[in-house]
Nanobody
Framework: QGQPVASGGGSVQAGGSLRLSCAAS????????MGWFRQAPGKQREGVAA???????SYGDSVKGRFTISKDDDKTTLYLQMDSLKPEDTAMYYC?????????????????????WGQGTQVTVSS
């Protein structure tokens, strides 16, 4: 299995939108759930959103109501739709695959994110 790789980042003004994608073909079975986390310079990793194999979703408090996590029907691609972006959303964003036995999606978002991830994608929001 290759590590999940995020793409789709860029620079946008506050209030704008971006959609991130993640190639996750090696993690489509129920042994894993998928999540997005971000890391800004000098800050700890922060869980953003997660989705399990049944399609249940959970979000970090700072992005609730603004971000939407989803996956395509064959579960090989994960998405993060980011609306109403704020300067504080500026960070490197990563998608991660997490063994379902190790955590629930809710618990994963409450702690420093762990799992398998590859290259991230930079999101920069200007005021």
């Amino acid at each position: 299995q290759g590590q999940p790789v995020a793409s789709g980042g860029g620079s946008v003004q506050a209030g704008g939108s971006l959609r991130l994608s993640c190639a996750a073909s090696g993690y489509t079975d129920s042994s894993f759930f998928m999540g997005w986390f971000r890391q800004a310079p000098g800050k700890q990793r922060e869980g953003v959103a997660a989705i399990d194999s049944d399609g249940n979703t959970s979000y970090g408090d700072s992005v609730k109501g603004r971000f939407t996590i989803s996956k395509d029907d064959d579960k090989t691609t994960l998405y993060l739709q980011m609306d109403s972006l704020k300067p504080e959303d500026t960070a490197m964003y990563y998608c991660a695959a997490v063994l379902s036995l190790r955590s629930t999606i809710v618990y994963w978002l409450k702690r420093v994110p762990f799992g398998y991830w590859g290259q991230g994608t930079q999101v920069t929001v200007s005021s």
